[in-house]
């Protein structure tokens, strides 16, 4: 539980260096990283985390014990969707999403607000809530701030979020975005007024107001008074260009308190999480490894793989040379030996495919983070973060622009 005094288990960069955990006096001038432990209801996560997607109590592919062999402490479940399915009657008798998923470690409920914008067309939000028609019978449905928190009190998450009234960054109206940032701070209130259990369920707040950093300045400021056990930076990976996404989580991590964990919603890709953890972001989510894995793509240390691809019909090597996850990992060490050749032949004719490769990049993005953790806690991450690129693109001139720009704002020069 993080709530008041558990922050103690949540150590800034300059509390790690004072516990000895790291051995350069001055190694914090370089990038805003911080490596630190949470500790949740159900054990300990080890911050930079990514989280991979339950979204309706299930990863798309494998079953609860194969993701808890992973390594994963901390997944995501959706409360729009579990409160239509099961329902929160049925969430009530079966005592909560760990029991009806028969998963032991955290879980973190997404408020169910993005949903309602993305998922329905005839979603309209109101500072009641949002209403909307139910996709199974078309019943009029509202989801409002104090029933996406009796959901989330009945699912029995460890991190829970507020609603929030989320706006596509590219939208072009600007008073619409001032309306939502602003919503979202009321809804905020709401939420903890309305939140029964906040010694067991730690309730986050949102950052919002689009790719405007004025806006997000107010945002954080209001949020920060309001003191949530964590802070999430919201309505991002929406199709923003990287530079602006860029400027937002810098920004927002630069005003926030350092005693609070930062979240960073929908983000997934490897370069992005490696840029966000140094511009200070330390937790993440996203259905792109599990979605990417169903069409045949394999996420490796040198880039994505499309195995469906002929070329690796006869190609015997495993998915990643460097990874260590059950799949690549030889039969003689205990793995299963799985070579590019097989994904191959079954990624287009059989589910194995997709199962296989979710079980691989699922576990290669949770070693990646433990990887960017173990950098921060060594003071290499600057050296870690050269070595990535050079890998995943070869020639350093390659290297995306925005992530260049991005990394030498916090003192790292891929180019030089």
């Not at 029991?99 to 067309?121: A, E, H, P, R, Y």
């Not at 109101?126 to 449905?141: C, I, Y």
């Not at 602006?244 to 997934?268: D, E, F, W």
Request: glycine share 8%.
């Amino acid at each position: 539980m993080l709530s008041q005094s558990a922050f103690s288990h949540f150590k800034s960069l300059t509390e790690i260096r004072d516990l000895g955990w790291r051995s350069k006096a001055d190694s914090h001038k370089t990038t805003k990283a911080r490596a630190s432990i949470l500790t949740l209801p159900h054990g300990p996560v080890f911050l930079p985390i990514f989280q991979p997607v339950a979204t309706q109590a299930s990863l798309k592919g494998l079953a609860p014990m194969q993701l808890a062999e992973t390594g994963c402490n901390l997944c995501l479940n959706n409360t729009y969707h579990l409160g239509l399915k099961p329902g929160q009657e049925t969430l009530e008798k079966v005592g909560g999403a760990h029991v009806l998923q028969g998963w032991k470690c955290n879980i973190l409920t997404d408020s169910g607000g993005f949903q309602m914008v993305s998922l329905l067309k005839l979603a309209q939000v109101t500072e009641e809530g949002v209403r909307f028609l139910s996709p199974h019978d078309g019943t009029p449905m509202v989801l409002t701030p104090e029933h996406s928190i009796s959901l989330q009190n009945t699912i029995g998450s460890d991190i829970i979020m507020q609603l929030d009234d989320v706006v596509a960054t590219t939208s072009p109206d600007a008073e619409r975005m001032k309306e939502a940032m602003e919503r979202s701070i009321r809804w905020l209130d709401r939420c903890l007024a309305a939140h029964k259990r906040p010694e067991q369920q730690n309730l986050f707040c949102i950052i919002q107001g689009g790719l405007d950093l004025e806006m997000r300045k107010v945002c954080c400021e209001e949020m920060a008074r309001r003191d949530t056990p964590g802070v999430a930076i919201g309505g991002l990976s929406g199709g923003e260009d990287k530079v602006s996404y860029c400027q937002v989580v810098s920004t927002c991590t630069g005003l926030l308190p350092p005693s609070k964990p930062r979240y960073v919603m929908g983000v997934g890709y490897p370069e992005d999480l490696i840029v966000s953890v140094a511009l200070g972001a330390d937790m993440f989510d996203c259905v792109w490894p599990t979605r990417t894995a169903r069409f045949g793509n394999a996420v490796t240390s040198t880039g994505t793989l499309n195995l469906r691809h002929a070329s690796f019909a006869n190609d015997f090597g495993p998915i990643d040379a460097d990874c260590a996850c059950t799949c690549c990992k030889p039969e003689d060490e205990g793995g299963l030996g799985i070579t590019r050749a097989y994904i191959y032949h079954v990624a287009s004719k059989e589910t194995t495919g997709a199962h296989l490769l979710t079980m691989h990049n699922v576990q290669y993005l949770l070693c990646l983070m433990g990887k960017v953790r173990s950098a921060i806690i060594e003071d290499r991450y600057p050296e870690f973060i050269h070595t990535y690129f050079r890998r995943a693109y070869g020639d350093m001139t390659r290297v995306p622009t925005w992530a260049v720009t991005a990394l030498k704002e916090v003192g790292v020069d891929l180019v030089a």
